[in-house]
């Protein structure tokens, strides 16, 4: 199963994806979770032994919602994408590093990036599961959880829109430098998933590469129950 999960994250289409993240700084691609894996990994969220904290989302005004954080070692299902889709986002990452001139900095596998976030102190393991009902929400916000932080993270969604929930859009919002901000909405079949940065993106202008910054949230669930899943490749203090 795992091995085949690898073999369909190879197989996306990379060429297209990295295009798309320079160009738009983000990019959605097909579901590669069947409908049983995304059923299974629902059912989780019921069985606490998996996770290492849970979340009132409202306790800290990030929203109206409950997410977990899985605790390490993941589930093999989820490994398997954290240590898929590393990779080539690493490339990407320090693609967009050399464009500003800066040396890359980020190592081949998941495991050597993992070691860097420990010695930081950076411990506690990130991929969560977000479930909002009805009325629920995620506001704008950033999963930077001390120094260390990749700029690519990954998010899937477990459930159908228009069928399992309504309402519910994934919105990305881009803050350029002295301008106003761009807004994206973003929906999932079951199974697909969304790259898009952590922090910032390069873009590039008439005088070469400037900044912006990204934040991510989710708009009011307006029936039913929406699940997602979150893949944050730096470990957390
Ligand atoms: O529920 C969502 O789609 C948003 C998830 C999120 O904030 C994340 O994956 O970091
Ligand atoms: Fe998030």
Redesign the pocket.
Known sequence: MSNTLMKKIKSLDWERMQQSLDEQGYVTFPSILDQDQCQDIMAMYEEERHFRSTIDMSRYRFGV?E?KYFQAPLPEILQQLREGFYPPLAMTANRWLNQSGRDAIYPETLQQFLHTCHLQGQTRSTP?I?K?VEGGY?CL?Q?LYGEVYFPF???F?LNWKEIDYTG?E?MLVEQRPRAQSRGHVLTLEQGAGLIFPTNHRPVLGTRGYYRTTLR???STITSGI?Y?????FHDAK
């Not at 997602?228 to 944050?232: E, F, M, P, V």
């Open positions: 919602g997410y969560l977000l909002y995620n916000h999963d993270q990954v998010v969604a519910g994934f991510h949230g989710v929406r997602s899943l979150g893949i944050i």
